[in-house]
Structures are given as structure tokens and as C-alpha cells.
């Protein structure tokens, strides 16, 4: 089960993204996030990139279409 703390950086993130020119950002800190989950043996982040995905479909929003291009 998931806890307050990972709704929080969550919620962080989503917030992150629908800045503009943030959403690049808030996707690869979701990334890392899941990285370090995994390296540092944790666990508390698995899933971040897909519940962040998840919150912002469910809220509609799509990044503007510069954001999209590769960094």
C-alpha cells in the first residue's frame, strides 16, 4: 500500500508537470525516483512514473507540443 508520503511527492510532481515548461523535469525526477527505489533497496517510490502519468490523464492534461520534442 502505498503511503501520505508517496501521494505527496506525487501530488509534487503533477504539480511540476502542468507548470510550464516543467513537464521534462517532473518526468525524469519521477524516473529517478524509481531508480533510486530499486538501488537503495526502499522500495517507497515503485510506480511514481505511472501514477504520475495516471493523475494527469485523469485530470486532462497533455504537455504543449515544444515540451515533447527530446531534450
Known amino acids: 500500500m502505498q503511503g501520505n508520503h508517496f501521494n505527496e511527492v506525487r501530488n509534487h510532481l503533477v504539480k511540476l ?3 510550464p515548461g516543467w513537464w521534462q523535469h ?3 525526477r519521477a524516473m529517478e525516483l524509481e531508480r533510486e527505489s530499486v538501488t ?3 522500495g517507497l517510490y515503485l510506480g511514481m512514473r505511472e501514477s504520475v502519468r495516471a493523475e494527469l490523464q485523469r485530470l ?3 504537455p504543449h507540443p515544444s515540451e515533447l520534442e527530446p531534450v
Open 26 to 28: 517532473s518526468r525524469h
Open 60 to 62: 486532462g492534461f497533455k
Open 40 to 42: 537503495h533497496g526502499h
Open 17 to 19: 508537470a502542468m507548470t
